[in-house]
Structures are given as C-alpha cells and as structure tokens.
C-alpha cells in the first residue's frame, strides 16, 4: 500500500510540473543513464537552459 502511495503521488508530481513547464531533471538522467550511457549527462542548469529554449524558442518575453 505505501509503495502504491508513493508512486501515485511521484505520478502525479510529475504530471503537475509538466503542466505547469517545469521540466523533471530527474527523469532526464535516468533516461541517459539507460539509455544513452555513453553520452554526457547536463548540469541542471544547462537542461534548464535547453528546456527553456526548446520550449519558448531562445526568447523570454516580458511584460516590464
């Protein structure tokens, strides 16, 4: 039962931060690790950077 829990609720965590565009850090290095062990895993700060631009396309529009 707890192990359910604490799946359900790392499910739902994730999903909630993809909604909202946080991108899962986590997940990406797992995925490397697995399935690309041969390549360099980024920083945080540089997955960050590469999500951003991939999501808003280099630029970060502001209002002031």
Excluded: W
């Amino acid at each position: 039962m707890h192990n359910a829990l604490t799946l359900s609720f790392r499910h739902l965590t994730q999903s909630l931060r993809l909604m909202v565009g946080v991108p899962d850090y986590g997940a990406y290095v797992k995925h490397m690790k697995t399935a690309h062990p041969d390549r360099a895993i980024m920083t945080y700060e540089e997955f960050f950077r590469e999500r951003q631009e991939a999501r808003y396309g280099g630029k970060i529009s502001r209002c002031c």
